[in-house]
């Protein structure tokens, strides 16, 4: 049975403040030094793992966890990225980082598949890749070049992860699966980076914060709605996330919302808007 609006609303707008504030809780852990970039990579993926396993196995039909091992190496490479990055990056700059690889690489996949686009999705692809391109031009507001290259390895990798797991029979059960096997590739990168590990106690907590709350419950959220919503409303709502990030990073970490930042936004977010509704049968 389907979800009232108003349900659905509130579900959605919960799963994006939870995946906007995974970008919030690691730049306001890793900017002061609370926590080392694998530490928190690790505990992230731990605590997640933890709060997936025990919502699979309370469930009223308790169903082995899924996944593979493929897909947990590519969500440990986002991961790790993803925390690396936020080390020098700020959130806003970070999230629309983020948020335009994922979306470049599922554009890219559909256009190597054989997807055909119209010639108004192109100028909005056109767009979105000038967009992130002038953001990233040196100058003085332009992100740092390291922690930019991450992100984008960082949404690369979280892009093919959805690619690979679209057909789930299980989104919830996989997912779960996913994060224990990742826990097995964060171990190592801790223990490599151990004479530089640091762990006080408010980067304890928005490390579990990011696991248990913005990613192991955000993504239960999410697969929630995400069957009541069409394919275009889906990737749609999802333009909201840097949105979020942005006023939150300004809000919570006093961040400026440059105008370089603007312009990318709107060059991005409103390519990738015209790509997405601009597909034919969707």
Do not use: K
């Given at each position: 049975?389907?979800?009232s609006?108003a349900?659905?609303?509130r579900?959605?707008?919960?799963?994006?403040?939870?995946?906007a504030?995974?970008s919030?809780?690691?730049r306001?852990?890793l900017?002061g030094g609370?926590?080392?970039?694998?530490?928190f990579?690790?505990?992230?993926?731990a605590?997640g793992a933890?709060?997936?396993w025990?919502l699979?196995?309370l469930?009223?039909?308790?169903?082995?966890?899924?996944?593979?091992w493929?897909a947990?190496a590519?969500?440990?490479a986002y991961?790790?990225?993803?925390?690396?990055?936020y080390?020098?990056?700020?959130?806003?700059?970070?999230a629309?980082?983020?948020?335009?690889?994922?979306?470049a690489?599922?554009i890219?996949f559909?256009?190597?598949?054989?997807?055909?686009l119209?010639?108004l999705?192109?100028?909005?692809?056109?767009?979105?890749?000038?967009g992130?391109?002038?953001?990233l031009?040196?100058?003085?507001?332009a992100?740092?070049?390291g922690g930019?290259?991450?992100?984008?390895?960082?949404?690369?990798?979280?892009?093919?992860?959805?690619?690979?797991?679209?057909?789930?029979a299980?989104?919830?059960a996989?997912?779960a699966?996913?994060?224990?096997?990742?826990?097995?590739?964060a171990?190592?990168?801790?223990l490599?980076?151990?004479?530089h590990a640091?762990?006080?106690?408010?980067?304890?907590?928005?490390a579990?914060?990011?696991?248990?709350?913005?990613?192991?419950?955000?993504?239960v959220?999410?697969y929630?709605?995400l069957?009541s919503l069409?394919?275009?409303?889906?990737?749609?709502?999802?333009?909201?996330?840097?949105?979020?990030?942005?006023?939150?990073a300004v809000?919570?970490?006093?961040?400026?919302?440059?105008?370089r930042?603007?312009?990318?936004?709107?060059?991005?977010?409103?390519?990738?808007?015209?790509v997405i509704?601009?597909?034919?049968?969707?």
């Amino acid at each position: 049975m389907g979800m009232s609006r108003a349900a659905l609303a509130r579900t959605t707008a919960l799963a994006m403040l939870a995946f906007a504030g995974n970008s919030l809780l690691c730049r306001l852990a890793l900017r002061g030094g609370e926590i080392d970039a694998a530490s928190f990579t690790s505990i992230r993926l731990a605590s997640g793992a933890a709060c997936l396993w025990l919502l699979v196995r309370l469930r009223r039909e308790r169903r082995a966890l899924a996944g593979s091992w493929p897909a947990a190496a590519l969500l440990f490479a986002y991961a790790a990225a993803f925390s690396y990055a936020y080390v020098t990056l700020p959130a806003s700059a970070g999230a629309l980082l983020l948020f335009g690889a994922v979306q470049a690489s599922m554009i890219g996949f559909g256009l190597w598949r054989g997807e055909r686009l119209a010639p108004l999705q192109w100028l909005g692809l056109l767009a979105a890749s000038g967009g992130l391109v002038g953001l990233l031009l040196p100058g003085l507001s332009a992100p740092p070049p390291g922690g930019a290259a991450l992100m984008l390895l960082a949404g690369l990798a979280w892009g093919a992860y959805s690619l690979y797991g679209r057909g789930a029979a299980d989104a919830i059960a996989s997912t779960a699966g996913n994060f224990v096997r990742s826990v097995a590739l964060a171990l190592p990168l801790s223990l490599l980076m151990w004479p530089h590990a640091r762990v006080g106690a408010a980067g304890l907590v928005y490390a579990l914060a990011s696991g248990i709350v913005t990613s192991g419950l955000g993504y239960v959220i999410w697969y929630r709605a995400l069957p009541s919503l069409r394919a275009t409303s889906a990737a749609a709502v999802q333009l909201s996330v840097p949105v979020i990030a942005a006023l939150g990073a300004v809000a919570m970490l006093g961040e400026p919302f440059t105008p370089r930042l603007l312009a990318a936004s709107v060059a991005v977010l409103g390519g990738i808007a015209t790509v997405i509704f601009g597909r034919r049968g969707r």
